[in-house]
């Protein structure tokens, strides 16, 4: 079956950084993205890794590693309104995306 | 302001009815999708069309129907609602294969 691991919940203080991993196993692969949810409102689009290594947006960057089924999404200088779920979605053979449960990030002053 | 515009924002159902969910976008984009997001779950595709005049199944499509008669819109359909389709539905859309997916505001569907 295919499948889409982040961890739960994570808390992290303002001004820090913080490392969001995700792992997966699924059918085929056409590219990994990464979503920001905050609570009540709709995934906004983040980043997309299809290739190895680093892409970097601003204070976001997104690292992936196809040979071992794995990416992170890392955050710089947190801000209070980085409080939200980040999601990690894996575009399998079909081109669909699949999900993962999503990954809630508290950020304490 | 260009986008998916989803409608209703919410709605209470009583179990049996009939609803359809309305999605329209405006950023001529080729394919759509419908979700639905449950607490401690993934977002899990229904349908999808990747073009006018074509639908797919998604992972949970049962009791779901979809119609894409033009670009634009892509309505969803619970024909006869239970109790297990209360939930999240977002619609989205993207320019194609490999393309970022934009999601509406989403409808809070809740069926007593």
């Known amino acids: 079956g295919q499948n889409i691991d982040q961890p739960t919940e994570m808390t992290a203080t303002e001004g820090a950084i913080v490392q969001i991993n995700c792992t997966y196993q699924?059918?085929?692969?056409?590219?990994l993205f990464w979503y920001q949810q905050h609570a009540g409102e709709a995934p906004t689009f983040l980043s997309y890794n299809v290739l190895d290594g680093l892409e970097e947006k601003g204070r976001f960057s997104s690292f992936l590693s196809r040979s071992k089924g794995y990416s992170y999404l890392l955050l710089k200088e947190l801000q209070m309104k980085d409080s939200a779920s980040y999601l990690c979605?894996?575009?399998?053979?079909?081109?669909?995306?699949?999900w993962g449960a999503g990954t809630k990030l508290i950020i304490k002053p | 302001t260009a986008g998916i515009t989803q409608a209703p924002t919410s709605q209470i159902l009583a179990a049996g009815r009939s609803m359809t969910l309305r999605c329209t976008q405006d950023?001529?984009?080729?394919?759509m999708y419908w979700y639905r997001q449950d607490l401690g779950l993934g977002l899990r595709l229904i349908h999808y069309s990747n073009t006018a005049g074509t639908t797919g199944k998604g992972e949970v499509p049962d009791g779901y129907s979809v119609s894409r008669a033009n670009t634009d819109d892509f309505p969803l359909t619970l024909a006869s609602a239970v109790p297990s389709q209360t939930s999240v539905y977002f619609c989205?859309?993207?320019?194609?294969?490999?393309?970022?997916?934009?999601f509406g505001d989403g409808t809070r569907l809740s069926i007593l």
């Open positions: 979605a894996v575009m399998d053979s079909n081109y669909q995306l699949i």
């Open positions: 699924t059918s085929g692969f056409n590219g």
């Open positions: 989205a859309s993207s320019r194609g294969d490999n393309q970022p997916q934009h």
């Open positions: 950023m001529r984009h080729n394919a």
